[in-house]
């Protein structure tokens, strides 16, 4: 019954690598996210997806490649994985449109070696 | 860009004294929300204030809300060792009359209340 769940938890790959992280809500929600967070704890809105369509895509570089398949999941694909790519990667979502509380899944560290 | 501030970066206190915590803030929001991290876990949501409210209470919680100083503050009253976190405030900018809900953080205060 878990709210907004991730895979993998944890993710070590080597640089260059192409990686995937899921996430699916269960709440019904129109909106879903994606954060970084960095080794200092900052938090930074990566994408956000309104019922499956892209509204905010925050300069973030067209190696990482958001995919809505339905509007209660968000997938992260990474391509050619850089070690700066290290981080801490949550999910969330709220209800549409409403800048109310946004649940966060559980976050996926990954480490790029 | 980041749009918080959160001051002070780490507080330390001892179980059951009250904790207050700072945000300040840039541009012009719909409502300003706290949330909590606990090590290695997602955040949680707290409590959330418009940009028309200036206090709200949530059980230990105190949050206030100045918007002609940008900042806000929260308050917890007789802490728990339970409560040490990480505390961020989270502001969702007016967007055109609409907000799809971004959030966008502060870099957050270490709390660590000591048994």
């Known amino acids: 019954d878990t709210a907004v769940s991730q895979t993998p938890k944890y993710l070590v790959t080597q640089m260059g690598n192409d990686k995937s992280i899921k996430c699916e809500q269960n709440?019904?929600?129109?909106?879903m996210y994606w954060y970084k967070q960095d080794s200092k704890k900052f938090l930074k809105i990566m994408f956000s997806y309104n019922n499956k369509e892209l509204i905010i895509n925050e300069t973030v570089p067209n190696r990482f490649s958001p995919k809505s398949p339905d509007k209660a999941h968000l997938n992260l694909h990474i391509n050619s994985l850089e070690l700066g790519d290290s981080a801490v990667y949550f999910c969330?979502?709220?209800?549409?449109?409403?800048?109310?509380?946004?649940?966060f899944g559980p976050g996926t560290r990954l480490t790029v070696l | 860009s980041q749009q918080g501030e959160e001051d002070p970066q780490a507080l330390s206190i001892q179980e059951g004294e009250n904790a207050t915590m700072n945000c300040s803030y840039k541009t012009s929001i719909n409502n300003l929300q706290w949330y909590r991290q606990n090590s290695g876990r997602g955040l949680v949501h707290l409590i959330l204030?418009?940009?028309?409210?200036r206090e709200k209470h949530s059980g230990r919680l105190r949050v206030t809300l100045d918007t002609s100083k940008k900042s806000s503050s929260l308050l917890i009253t007789a802490s728990r060792a339970a409560d040490t976190a990480s505390y961020f405030c989270a502001t969702v900018a007016n967007a055109g009359g609409t907000s799809y809900g971004k959030l966008t953080f502060g870099q957050g205060t270490i709390l660590t209340v000591h048994p």
């Open positions: 969330a979502s709220s209800p549409q449109a409403s800048g109310r509380a946004a649940f």
């Open positions: 709440l019904g929600h129109d909106t």
């Open positions: 204030i418009r940009s028309n409210e």
